[in-house]
């Protein structure tokens, strides 16, 4: 029938520009977010060092690649207010919608999980090839912005009203916001559709690998949060391109000038759609490395996951929760004191199944031959450390120690906690972890341990003291900390952060080196190099076109490890039980 | 020819065609896309010091006419639907051709609203009870827009493609969308003309 074909391709000889360009097939789609999503967090990375030069050494010029950016930025290489507000605008934009969120989602869960459940492809494949090809434009449009006239945008990756509407480069912002977040929304659809409906033969609800569920769950949260804010950046636009009221207030001053726009808007309005999409993406970015951390640690510590059941429950009232906290970012934006106890209660609610998770996690090391690979580094890394990003998120949601905190250096610190040494971290571990499923080829151990070492290292060295900075009342986003009597005493802790970022980025050399290295040259790897048990690992590496041979069919759960009585130590979910 | 391969994306887990369950998650994404517009629209009311009269500033006659327009629409499209399911490829064409041509007569309606309000020098900027009209009716506009695209695309197919055994779920597909878009209007309506 005409229908297959079209869909199944590799019966006639694809083109280079069908079989790596325009490609509907799973596998190299998730290959393209890996890489592109890859140089994007080395961007936005790129950009904070330039901001951590500034902080370290306000008013000093840029070493090396000071003279090189253009006077407006950085007359005599000493880099202006404006360009700092560009750059700290863009890194978190570029870091979270065109780094993480790409990897987690686009990278690991095009390629693994289906996988994982068994299918030949997504639901809709030419679907989630429009997905990438939305993402890359989008994101290069982002980029665009900073040859743009009036450059980037300068108003945070929050992007407030009333303040963004009046910035120059926030339209570009608005515009590429408008397609990622299309791309993102074609890929939650097709993600549920495939996880619900792709599954093979014997998986039930029940037996899907935690990696897969979190992918679901993700995918959810996608799918109904990212819509608010596609309205929201439309009604910002529309304020900015047809002259509407909807984020200004009446009698809005601007440089001691009436604002001529109709006014009657309200700024708080953008702040509670913003936060009502971004609340749930921080789980966006959380609970995907979540899942790859799990199926790390069954395979590294040769034992079934501590509490399958808590954590998928954890996951799925994590979704939901996440929902109504939003205003705990806003409790000191002028909104009603009464709302804020609501969403301290709620913030304080969903702090319990993100504790289950991680105790799960913990207690499923308890007893098990723990193997010390360099995923399983990566792994075990993301436990204590995901963990100081998560108590230190509870101060931020009692009232209370909001107060004094919020705005303060303490924020960045968990914030980061969070996502880099948790997200960034495990997605390392799925890296290092799936490599060999991606390319038949082992990632080198010892360049792997540099690696990790390096970067574990350095990753404290720069957010530590940043919870020391915050809790001594320096605010975030100045420009200038030394403009400020009080932030003396912690500016040096401004160099110690810098000094480890900078050194950060020197670690992130042999991973780059290992990666592509192995790509090409790297040991051959046995087609179950973790011994590890789920369907990912029933086909050759790297799959052929279709995936399977033959649909695998399904006997158990995901993480049968030392059965009492069976052969080996891992009893694979396709593997038929002997009567 | 069935091979393992192919054979397995016939046989949904859950029951449901993926193009069905797919369009469904789509229609949930839209329900919180247009979510977000009405409670902007509460939001922004509340807070207001004085807010206009729907019928004092909008045409009702014209807005009631075209919810007519629109309901007569999504059941054309049902019949086309049933049309196409009942494999009556004339029965089909009919009814997805007044489809599309009631879509065009919404828009058109819904140009000579824009139209006068533009002629009394009424735009986006000037109030913002404007700013809600238009971008709201304005949004909804670029669905129709859309809706009329897949709906003369399918007519187009049905030339060639009316045997195919996923033609009628693809119809179906379209109606969700259709009827989704009709009943945004349906909340619409009342919101900015009545209230």
Redesign the interface.
Same mark, same amino acid.
């Given at each position: 029938?005409n /229908? #297959?074909d079209e869909? #199944?391709g590799g019966h006639h000889e694809l083109t280079f520009w069908e079989k790596y360009v325009f490609s509907v097939d799973h596998k190299v789609i998730g290959l393209q977010y890996l890489i592109t999503s890859f140089i994007f967090l080395l961007i936005g990375f790129s950009l904070m060092m330039l901001m951590r030069w500034q902080l370290a050494f306000p008013g000093h010029p840029i070493p090396l690649i000071g003279g090189l950016l253009s006077s407006s930025l950085a007359p005599n290489g000493v880099m202006t207010g404006e360009f700092y507000n560009q750059l700290g605008a863009m890194h978190g934009t570029i870091m979270v919608f065109l780094g993480i969120v790409p990897l987690a989602v686009g990278a690991f869960g095009n390629y693994i999980m289906p996988l994982q459940i068994g +299918?030949?492809d997504m639901?809709?494949p030419r679907l989630n090839m429009m997905s990438y090809w939305l993402y890359l434009p989008g994101g290069l449009m982002m980029l665009s912005s900073f040859i743009m006239p009036g450059g980037p945008a300068q108003s945070g990756w929050t992007s407030y009203a009333p303040l963004a509407i009046i910035n120059p480069g926030q339209t570009v912002w608005l515009l590429s916001m408008v397609v990622i977040i299309t791309s993102s *929304?074609l890929g939650?659809?097709?993600f *549920?559709?495939t996880g =619900?409906?792709?599954?093979?033969p014997g998986?039930s609800l029940d037996r899907l690998p935690i990696f897969v569920w979190a992918q679901l769950v993700t995918s959810v949260l996608l =799918? =109904?949060?990212?819509?608010?804010l596609? +309205? +929201?950046a439309? *009604?910002q636009l529309?304020d900015r391109v047809?002259? /509407?009221?909807?984020y200004l207030p009446s009698g809005l001053i601007i440089l001691g000038q009436p604002l001529k726009?109709?006014?009657?808007?309200?700024p708080l309005?953008w702040q #509670? *759609?913003f936060w009502?999409l971004a609340h749930p993406e921080v789980y966006v970015l959380v609970l995907p490395p979540m899942g790859i951390v799990s199926e790390i640690i069954a395979s590294g510590t040769r034992k079934p996951l501590h509490g399958y059941k808590t954590m998928v429950g954890s996951m799925i009232s994590l979704g939901i929760m996440s929902f109504i906290v939003w205003a705990h970012h806003m409790f000191l934006s002028g909104m009603s004191p009464m709302l804020g106890n609501f969403f301290l209660v709620t913030t304080m609610i969903i702090s319990v199944p993100s504790v289950a998770i991680l105790t799960c996690m913990i207690f499923s090391l308890k007893g098990g031959s723990i193997r010390f690979t360099v995923p399983m580094m990566f792994a075990l890394a993301f436990l204590p450390l995901f963990g100081i990003g998560g108590l230190t998120g509870l101060p931020l949601g009692l009232t209370t120690t909001d107060i004094y905190l919020h705005d303060t250096y303490y924020v960045i610190g968990h914030f980061h906690y969070v996502v880099v040494t948790g997200s960034i971290i495990a997605l390392f571990a799925g890296t290092y972890y799936w490599f060999p499923k991606w390319y038949g080829r082992k990632m080198d151990e010892t360049l792997g341990k540099i690696h990790f070492w390096g970067t574990v290292i350095c990753m404290n060295g720069i957010f530590f003291p940043m919870f020391i900075q915050g809790m001594a009342g320096q605010n975030r986003r100045y420009f200038d900390p030394t403009a400020a009597h009080h932030n003396i005493p912690t500016q040096p802790l401004h160099i110690v952060s810098s000094v480890f970022a900078w050194l950060l980025f020197l670690f992130q050399l042999p991973f780059i080196y290992n990666f592509f290295k192995s790509m090409w040259h790297g040991e051959i790897s046995e087609e179950n190099p973790w011994q590890a048990t789920t369907l990912e690992w029933a086909c050759p590496s790297p799959p052929p076109h279709?995936?399977?041979?033959? /649909?695998p069919r399904v006997y158990r759960g995901p993480y049968e490890y030392s059965l009492p009585g069976h052969k080996t130590d891992w009893f694979p979910q396709n593997e038929e039980a002997k009567a | 020819m069935s091979t393992a391969v192919a054979a397995h994306p016939d046989a949904p887990t859950s029951g449901v065609t993926n193009a069905k369950l797919g369009i469904w998650l789509f229609l949930a994404s839209e329900v919180m896309l247009f979510g977000t517009l009405f409670t902007t629209y509460l939001v922004l009311r509340m807070g207001a010091a004085s807010w206009p009269r729907g019928w004092d500033v909008l045409n009702v006659p014209m807005g009631m006419v075209n919810t007519f327009v629109l309901i007569t629409s999504s059941v054309t499209i049902l019949l086309a639907y049933v049309k196409a399911s009942e494999k009556n490829k004339s029965g089909f064409q009919l009814y997805m051709g007044l489809t599309i041509l009631l879509s065009f007569a919404f828009l058109v309606i819904k140009g000579f609203e824009y139209g006068a309000h533009f002629a009394h020098g009424e735009f986006p900027s000037t109030s913002i009870f404007n700013a809600v009209y238009f971008t709201m009716t304005g949004l909804h506009g670029f669905h129709v827009i859309c809706g009329i695209i897949v709906n003369s695309g399918l007519l187009y197919l049905s030339g060639e493609d009316f045997e195919h055994p996923l033609f009628a779920g693809r119809v179906e597909g379209a109606g969700l969308y259709w009827h989704f878009v009709d009943i945004v209007w349906i909340f619409l309506f009342p919101a900015l003309y009545l209230l």
């Open positions: 029938m /229908t #297959h869909h #199944h +299918a030949p639901a809709f *929304l939650a659809i097709n *549920l559709v =619900l409906n792709m599954r093979a998986l =799918l =109904l949060a990212f819509p608010p596609e +309205a +929201a439309v *009604l529309a047809m002259g /509407t009221s909807f726009a109709s006014g009657g808007g309200q309005l #509670h *759609l009502f279709g995936n399977f041979a033959k /649909t | -």
